[in-house]
């Protein structure tokens, strides 16, 4: 198993910025994409951003321009730098990891237990 821990999450203001970070752990052999998704209330959960293994990244609509997603590979790290924060913004944010195993040969999608993000005034 791939173990996904996340941290940094808590309560802003609007405008302000906040990070978050997540580790994977585990018999892990290699990790292809690593992101963050995020679980409104009443919503879906719908993508943040995501970063290859080759650093490419894609960006929700939402993100783009106020976030900021990168990869540490050695550490098999990801974090989330987000800026100018705003209420729709409040939300659990998951860390995602697409990982294989040494004792697999596929890949397969690991989640973390989520961190909440609040941003009110």
């Known amino acids: 198993q791939v173990q996904l821990v996340e941290s940094g999450g808590g309560l802003v203001q609007p405008g302000e910025s906040l990070r978050l970070s997540c580790a994977a752990s585990g018999r892990i052999f290699s990790i292809n994409a690593m992101g963050w998704y995020r679980k409104a209330p009443g919503k879906e959960r719908e993508l943040v951003a995501t970063?290859?293994?080759?650093?490419?990244?894609n960006y929700a609509d939402s993100a783009k321009g106020r976030f900021t997603i990168s990869r540490d590979n050695a550490k098999n790290t990801v974090a989330l730098q987000m800026g100018s924060l705003k209420p729709e913004d409040t939300a659990v944010y998951y860390c995602?990891?697409?990982?294989?195993?040494?004792?697999?040969?596929?890949?397969?999608?690991?989640w973390g237990q989520g961190t909440q993000v609040t941003v009110s005034s």
């Open positions: 970063v290859a293994s080759d650093g490419t990244t």
């Open positions: 995602n990891a697409v990982a294989r195993l040494y004792s697999f040969t596929i890949y397969s999608n690991y």
